[in-house]
């Protein structure tokens, strides 16, 4: 499975558009993660790294065969 990080928060972003396509070139064989569908935890170095939703993102990151971060670009930067 390939999984595609969409990590603008912008619905109407060129990232996530290019997210979408991506998908849709792959077809059946990859996932979408879609960071403004998910409420992550504040990061403190410590506990966050127990909440649920970063488990499950581990697990998801280990198990892909390829990974694509779409990501806007601020100040030249991610």
């Given at each position: ?41 504040i ?36």
């Amino acid at each position: 499975m390939h999984l595609i990080f969409s990590c603008s928060l912008n619905e109407s972003s060129n990232s996530r558009m290019m997210a979408e396509h991506a998908y849709n070139l792959y077809c059946k064989d990859a996932k979408i993660i879609d960071f403004q569908k998910i409420a992550f935890p504040i990061c403190d170095g410590d506990k966050c790294y127990d909440h649920p939703i970063v488990d499950e993102l581990k697990g998801e990151i280990s198990n892909a065969s390829s990974i694509l971060i779409t990501s806007p670009i601020y100040n030249y930067d991610l």
